[in-house]
């Protein structure tokens, strides 16, 4: 692919980790993750209507008069979305590249096709999951965890459909929903299973007579924090208070997956204020990388750490760091035993 930004890479970092943590569960181990992956910059579809998930954006822009002015206007708000929206730099298959192993994944359906959304469309699902499917073919002791946040605007035969197509790509990779207190890097490794799934707890019940429906986690064992702020100091004060009060915290599960997104949620005051910034990428890379990459020296607790942009300021590297310091804590555990 052509003009790929740099970006630190890490291909092959579960492989590379030493024994004393490829056999703990995956809920105890440091794990980057990429927040709305799909939302890909160059993939935008600025030629489509706003995605019918963005339903009160769509549907204003939609009742608009077809007049010259009015689609300048539709024009002008999809440029101001593309600059305020988290959007990614990278491909899927970079970001796996970068290091990401978790994927906050938005889809929608537009003239029965699976699409990426957030707001806008991106291109057809299915380009994404073979982009997937190349890269864990590639390296095959890497694990890859979906995580289908919200099913919008799929009826029921669109989500046992999509259940199908998954399998249609990854096939025996996929990995039957367990106890996630059972499951090791090394257990997925001897099975040679790759991939996990969590489909939203409410729409378990659509696909439970599925014939692939044992590959589909529910999410109802992931738990996401989401900090919801607009600036930096706010985000760090609510990530120290997080870190204190539930990373911490002993009695966390190792039959769930701790998800932190480390990311600022931008407002319309953000968006059409007298505001710093001219974009969401140009307030991460000025501010919030740095910030987050020194904030992390330390907190080795982290299970997964969501980012809006993997790949630039060392900030995977030092979330992997992580790692290390889990493996000399778990080495000191097990002399004391």
């Not at 160059?42 to 939609?62: P, T, V």
């Not at 991106?122 to 965890?145: A, C, G, N």
């Not at 090791?184 to 040679?192: A, C, D, N, P």
């Not at 590959?215 to 109802?220: I, M, P």
Request: aromatic share 12%; glycine share 4%.
């Amino acid at each position: 692919m052509s003009n790929v930004p740099d970006f630190d890479k890490f291909p092959d970092w579960m492989s590379e980790l030493p024994d004393e943590l490829t056999s703990i569960p995956l809920g105890s181990i440091t794990i980057p993750g990429h927040h709305i992956a799909l939302a890909i910059d160059h993939d935008m579809r600025y030629d489509m209507d706003f995605s019918r998930c963005n339903y009160e954006m769509a549907e204003f822009l939609r009742k608009l008069p077809n007049l010259a002015i009015f689609n300048n206007f539709r024009n002008l708000m999809k440029k101001i979305w593309r600059a305020w929206m988290p959007k990614q730099m990278l491909s899927i298959y970079h970001q796996m590249e970068a290091g990401s192993r978790y994927f906050d994944i938005r889809i929608t359906k537009y003239r029965s096709a699976f699409y990426g959304e957030h707001g806008l469309y991106t291109r057809q699902f299915k380009k994404y999951l073979k982009e997937m499917k190349s890269f864990i073919d590639e390296h095959p002791r890497e694990v890859i965890m979906l995580h289908f946040q919200q099913l919008q605007q799929l009826e029921r035969t669109d989500k046992r459909r999509l259940v199908t197509v998954l399998f249609q790509i990854f096939g025996a990779k996929m990995a039957r929903s367990a106890d996630l207190s059972t499951v090791t890097l090394q257990l997925l490794w001897r099975h040679k299973k790759q991939v996990i799934v969590f489909f939203p707890g409410e729409d378990m019940p659509v696909i439970r007579n599925h014939i692939f429906a044992g590959l589909v986690w529910s999410d109802d064992i992931v738990h996401t924090t989401l900090p919801k702020k607009q600036s930096v100091p706010d985000l760090v004060e609510f990530l120290d208070q997080h870190y204190a009060e539930n990373v911490m915290n002993k009695r966390r599960k190792d039959s769930k997956l701790y998800v932190t997104k480390a990311v600022l949620s931008p407002d319309m005051t953000m968006v059409f204020g007298d505001f710093q910034y001219k974009s969401m990428r140009q307030l991460s890379h000025c501010e919030t990388l740095h910030t987050l990459v020194t904030w992390l020296r330390g907190r080795s607790r982290f299970n997964v750490v969501c980012v809006d942009f993997v790949g630039g300021e060392n900030l995977v590297q030092s979330i992997l760091l992580l790692n290390g310091e889990h493996a000399i804590r778990q080495n000191k555990m097990e002399t004391v035993v």
